[in-house]
């Protein structure tokens, strides 16, 4: 069953203590996009600026994601600059230009809103919801945001948890929103506002994810040259919707190996810039090094 | 086989949001025991002064801890004032009053010469020297350290990690000593120090593994009702070191093993103040909760 994901297709500007890139693709849905592929079609709805280079374009359709309800607007593409030190767990913004996003009206091609699974990544909420309005029946609904929408349009957001089945925020965000210090008691309340599955990802440190019946805690796998972490949290979440999206039971083995299978695609996306090694990633590599990291895991 | 600690024993006053708890036992070397006495039999070396209540000591021996190494000075015993908030994952210390540690020297009394498994706990990198020469052909040496120590006495510590097998250290203090953010990096330049394990302790994030053949990174068993962390750390090397020394064959599944009972004994540690929990632990609570623990972990 193939995937549908809103989100930002982005030109990123990155600066780590291993190197520079300069507006390089990037943005949640490219980020997720990027490691779904590995299990099913994937469906971007997202928009462009006249800036975009072509060549990107072709770069996603090569890696047959799908790109119908991609819109090509005349202002300037999403740019966002960052910098990476020290531990590397947190960026520094140098700069945010928002362009195309500002009037970003997102649209679902007719043939796409019978598409069962759906990830709304991280943009304004009423966006998110007009994309799921779309939705018919969809079975699996994913959402990510951020501290700006949750600061800022907290109804809108709290509207859209009861009509999602998973909600992925990172430990700062779970924090924020709950006003709980404690993950796991963040992770409850979050489920009570209304999504049955909650993840949070606490980036080097791993994953935690809550639902009433179970709860997991996974590590990240260990990497010690992490080059560019932009996008790990949306790769993670590719890899995670991306394989459930091929489970007709969504029980805990599949949820597992779901977020065993997003740590690697994570894992992959630290060790290059930008999509430089997913995007050459094949369903192959992520299950060798799943078998590495069963090892390093399991007792 | 049994195991020799050496380390603190210590009255702790604590403030959390939970209550408040005025001189309760506490220590790294009492810490420690009441997890490694679940699997084996525990010589304890520390110093208490006079105003040691009675029932502490008798408390300890109730537990089955061998005190024949256990100096009593005229002094005061060590005494620790500290406050939790927050996260709860640090303690802004209040008081420290070191009493009769500053007079410490610690003693092995003849017949627990010969224990087998040692495990240096945080004090005085001469005194656990000290203790290490006193002991005859050791099969298993544990070290840990603070940042006080490695700020400054760097070198007393790096020889002695040409004698130890396994070095122990937080977060923070395997950043401090290495000057590598990243805490594989940490690890490997810990290794290259001299110990050929290196367990690296990330609090409510779990902990990393490394040796030359495997890595292994658990999560900490998922508390949503943190009381109280003073001695976690303590707690998890007490069931990591215990469960060691029961085992001839140190390959990684006994390793693994042992990480996963430290971070049972370290959860029930933290779910009540001081040894409330852990006094009273028996090796069946730990082994039903290393099972679903098994479950959160496994996939």
Redesign the interface.
Known sequence: MSILVLGTVALDTVQTPYGFREKMLGGSAAHFSMAARLFTQVHLVAIIGKDFPARYVAFLEDRGIVLDSLIRSPGKTFHWEGAYA???NSAKTRKTELGVLLEFCPQVAGHQRKIKNVFLANVDPDLQARVLECMRKPRLVGLDSMNYWIHNKPKSLLRLFKKVDIFVANEQEA?DLSAE?????AA?WLRKKGPAMVLIK?G???V?FYCDR?????????????IDPTGAGDTFAGGFMGYLSTQKKLD??AI??A??FGTIAASFNVEAFGMERTSRLCLDDVRQRLDVF??????
């Open positions: 020290g531990d590397m924090r210090r404690n993950l796991l008691k409850k606490k080097e440190h791993g935690l179970f709860v997991f805690s996974i590590p990240a796998y260990p990497i010690d040259r992490v805990g083995m597992k190996r977020l065993a069963r090892r390093i895991v399991l007792f």
